[in-house]
């Protein structure tokens, strides 16, 4: 990716693309305001104008991957069908589709949103994905389709279970035959526990 020096516009914007850049090529660790400021071609002190410091931009860097996230999983619903199995199927490869997109910033976003330093609006922010499955979960139960009790209780397997499959998707080890099939099979497992009994 060619940068060329940043002259007009959004600077907090500028400087959270090029930091997504960062984080993805090179880690959390190698950001920084006065490299980032660099790289765009604006002078060193310019960043701390928007950010603070390192956790303001981290901080910031998350909270725009949550709500991708979150508009991600909203999109995934648009076209759903109106079961729960649909409209899980849906968001569930929506989950999975932007975790191995987004893999350094989902981590990311994990990671800051249970730092001390974390804003408020972080952590309101983080929030909003987990509502849309809480809500998911009572959309199928309304329904009928999946079983009563306490929507955290039941969503709970769920998130563990796209969560650690994206986990393993990022990180390779899943054998080609199990990327082939493996989310369709998490699903059903999924949609099975979710049954009503």
Known sequence: MTNRPYHHGDLPAALLARAETTLRERGAAALSLRELAREIGVSPAAPSRHFKSKQALLDAL?????ERFAEAIAASQEDAGETFADRLDSAAR??????VDNAALLDLMFSVKHSPEASEALGATAHRWSDQLLDLIAYGQGRGEV???PLERIALPVFAALHGYAGLAVSGVLPPEATEHGLDDLIASVLRGCAPQ
């Open 147 to 149: 079983h009563e009790g």
């Open 62 to 66: 998350a909270l725009t991957g949550f």
């Open 94 to 99: 929506a989950y999975v589709g932007f975790a």
